[in-house]
């Protein structure tokens, strides 16, 4: 069964050894786990009206089922980053809107 992605689903906290926020997770088989996007690169396939992101992240504490190298190399938990990653855009920047050159200029 996929995991839905919400609001519940992870919460931000700091390290003392960090200027930057990780997340931990709340809910689900990687509960407890914290870590850190790191770089995140948008790439658009225009042939394909499309857009690929790539991202680089690190574990900072694994739980009970896996271990930060497990995490790190497993392909569902980095599948998982992704989804949250693409839920936290979609609260900050909200669903996809349209928008012309016209629109832009008007803003100017």
Do not use: H
């Not at 050894?17 to 948008?42: C, H, M, Q």
């Amino acid at each position: 069964m996929q995991q839905k992605i919400t609001s519940k689903t992870f919460k931000y906290v700091e390290r003392p050894s960090s200027a930057v926020y990780s997340l931990e997770i709340l809910e689900g088989r990687f509960k407890g786990v914290i870590f850190t996007f790191g770089k995140v690169d948008l790439n658009e396939d225009k042939e394909n009206d499309q857009l690929g992101v790539s991202f680089q992240f690190s574990v900072e504490e694994g739980n009970r089922r896996y271990s930060k190298d497990d995490l790190m190399e497993s392909i569902k938990f980095k599948t998982f980053l992704g989804k949250v990653l693409r839920f936290i855009f979609e609260e900050e920047f909200g669903e996809y809107d349209e928008c012309s050159k016209a629109d832009i200029k008007e803003s100017l």
